[in-house]
Antibody
């Protein structure tokens, strides 16, 4: 079945780095754009970044631009986000989600279960 | 980036109709998508594009748009529809996305 499974979350000190992964299965991964979306404790959803189906275009929220890098390895059916210079306000559940199209559609039709990132000293 | 504004909470009697709205300048140009999120769960896409429902979403969910406002309507609300609902769309630049502030729907 169509599935996304995130991993790599944990507790990290402010200023440190973390890389999250999202393993995709059950669909042709290299045909779809992919997003990262996060949700701080008790808060709403916040879009983080998107990467096109072939990795040719990447876009970021202003809150993470210059600190986070989205990437994908289509040979491994895996999406990544490298998070540097982490701040307390980056504490959240991080979801990967599939775009309904190969590019950056706002519609995300498949979501992972999320991985939790806590930034704390 | 643009903002999408939603009412924080609405309530609806079982079997009645409720409309959830999402306002933002970018909605004059771009379609909204709508998501349902229950506590402790990942969001689920319920409406996207002009008024498209993914497979498995009941037809009591429908979407519409006018000017700078997108709406999600639940016709004949069920107890299982009690959840948080979020809209999202592209922002004015067209490259970034933005989520609405979210609406908590209570079914009485």
């Amino acid at each position: 079945q169509v599935q996304l499974v995130e991993s790599g979350g944990g507790v990290v000190q402010p200023g440190r780095s973390l890389r999250l992964s999202c393993a995709a299965s059950g669909f042709i991964f290299n045909s779809y754009g992919m997003h990262w979306v996060r949700q701080a404790p008790g808060k709403g959803l916040e879009w983080v970044a998107v990467i096109w189906y072939d990795g040719s275009n990447k876009y970021y929220a202003d809150s993470v631009k210059g600190r986070f890098t989205i990437s994908r390895d289509n040979s491994k059916n895996t999406l990544y986000v490298q998070m540097n210079s982490l701040r307390a306000e980056d504490t959240a559940i991080y979801y990967c989600a599939r775009s309904v199209s190969g590019v950056s559609s706002s519609a995300m039709d498949v979501w992972g279960q999320g991985t939790t990132v806590t930034v704390s000293s | 980036s643009s903002e999408l504004t939603q009412d924080p909470a609405v309530s609806v009697a079982l079997g009645q109709t409720v409309r959830i709205t999402c306002q933002g300048d970018s909605l004059r140009t771009y379609d909204a998508s709508w998501y349902q999120q229950k506590p402790g769960q990942a969001p689920i896409l319920v409406i996207y594009g002009k008024n498209n429902r993914p497979s498995g979403i009941p037809d009591r969910f429908s979407g519409s748009s006018s000017g700078n406002t997108a709406s999600l309507t639940i016709t004949g609300a069920q107890a299982e529809d009690e959840a948080d609902y979020y809209c999202n769309s592209r922002d004015s630049s067209g490259n970034q996305l933005v989520f609405g502030t979210g609406t908590k729907v209570t079914v009485l």
